[in-house]
């Protein structure tokens, strides 16, 4: 099969990078389909660290990577990561993408900042403007690509415009714009002269790449319980990462994918609402004087802290309750497994494999109900734990604790675990069912 989707089965931080990045090596076009640079994806080639907001993973292949209309992008954050590459950039970006402006992130930052006054919690956005952004995409008064690299004319006409309708907004908050308006001008001018060279008809150009029978990866941001309709509203993203929403998003009819889920072998939120798993005993932000030890040291292990933001992830045991919904509603083809290195050491591991509420045991994921989430306990499966995997490059040399937990994933969601990372890098990998592309 020729097009092959990316997508993050729990909260995101999946590790999807990883798994574009190896994909690519006989890729010819990476798609990022939507979100914005709220997420990151982090790669590791032979040591050397990358992290990517704006750009596509497959840009460090040096294939031709896009950005789909249904991103918002943020053309600051863009210019500065292709600034500081060490490599030319085969890139297109859609005219009709929508870009995020510096009133976007103060609206962001005001409204939550609102939303804890008012209610004492907030959403627990990146401030990255990002919801703003697609609001203004919605009720067609955002600026696009088309324009930010088009006539300077036209664009100051269209920045100034706005700008007096969003100091309004900001009013309404006792706050006002964090740049001056000419300031915003110059800023966004220059931006869009950096940029002019990368517009490209993204829905266009994979439809000839489809009929051509090229090799196409769509690569999601976030993950599908963050997903705007079906995650844990309102707790979530601002798009939809999930497999369906690649359609419109890129201007294609709907084709046959092969569906990847990448899912950790634990979970992790960034953010607040439920996570049913949670050893971090549900606080958001981590406050680690109330953690479990387990997530303290899985914690460690991982690194798991924001890309985008620096703060520290919750973490819990893997969930196949709603790792079975995220199945459902993207159709995984596979599962490709990440971080299993770091529950090397543990004595016993957990798999949450139902929910108990109120005394009766559930297996169906109400994603919608945070309520009923945050009333419901973890029913767990025990398995023993494994030792140190990280050499292991074939399947037979995994402990044999280590392939019981994977088994049991295969179990439930009846479809195969073709891939398992077992550290970072793009060699501490087993292959097992998984088809690279010819």
């Known amino acids: 099969m020729t097009a092959v989707c990316v997508i993050g089965s729990q909260w995101g931080d999946e590790g999807k990078g990883k798994v574009v990045d190896i994909l690519g090596e006989k890729a010819d076009y990476v798609v990022r389909y939507q979100g914005g640079n709220n997420a990151g994806h982090t790669v590791i080639i032979e040591g050397k660290k990358y992290t990517f907001h704006a750009l596509p993973s497959g840009t460090l292949r040096g294939i031709r990577s896009l950005i789909a209309s249904e991103v918002v992008l943020d053309p600051r954050q863009l210019v500065k990561e292709i600034e500081g590459l060490d490599r030319e950039v085969d890139l297109g970006i859609d005219p009709r993408t929508t870009i995020i402006m510096p009133w976007h992130n103060d609206i962001d930052i005001a409204r939550e900042a609102e939303r804890k006054k008012q209610t004492g919690s907030e959403i627990g956005t990146t401030a990255k403007g990002i919801g703003p952004c697609y609001e203004d995409d919605k009720n067609r008064s955002g600026i696009r690509f088309y324009e930010l690299a088009g006539d300077k004319k ?12 969003k100091k309004k907004v900001l009013n309404m908050y006792n706050t006002k714009p964090a740049q001056k308006l000419q300031e915003v001008i110059d800023q966004y ?23 051509g029978k090229k090799n196409i990866i769509f690569e999601g941001a976030q993950g599908t319980l963050l997903d705007i309709k079906f995650g844990n509203y309102p707790k979530v993203t601002s798009s939809h990462p999930m497999s369906g929403s690649i359609f419109d998003s890129v201007g294609i009819p709907p084709i046959k994918l092969r569906t990847v889920g990448i899912t950790k072998a634990y979970v992790t939120k960034v953010g607040s609402g439920p996570v049913v798993t949670c050893l971090d005993a549900g606080q958001w932000p981590v406050d680690e004087t109330k953690s479990d030890a387990v997530a303290k040291y899985i914690r460690k292990i991982g690194k798991e802290v924001g890309t985008t933001t620096g703060r520290a992830r919750r973490v819990g045991w893997l969930d196949l309750v709603a790792l079975e919904y995220t199945h459902r509603i993207n159709g995984f083809s596979e599962i490709a497994l990440t971080k299993l290195d770091c529950l090397s050491g543990l004595r016993n591991i957990n798999i949450a494999t139902a929910y108990m509420h109120k005394g009766k045991k559930i297996t169906d994921y109400k994603g919608w109900d945070l309520d009923f989430l945050n009333e419901c306990e973890p029913y767990y499966e025990t398995f023993d734990g494994f030792g140190d995997i990280t050499d292991a490059r074939t399947y ?23 891939i398992v990372s077992v550290g970072p890098g793009r060699e501490e990998t087993i292959y097992r069912s998984f088809k690279k592309f010819k």
């Open 396 to 418: 037979r040399k995994l402990p044999k604790n280590a392939k019981k937990f994977i088994q049991a994933i295969e179990d439930r969601l009846n479809i195969p675990v073709s």
């Open 189 to 211: 001018t220059k931006l869009g002269e950096s940029l002019k060279g990368y517009e490209a008809d993204v829905s266009l150009e994979i439809s000839d790449a489809l009929k």
């Open 154 to 165: 036209r664009l100051e006409d269209r920045i100034k415009q706005v700008y007096e309708t």
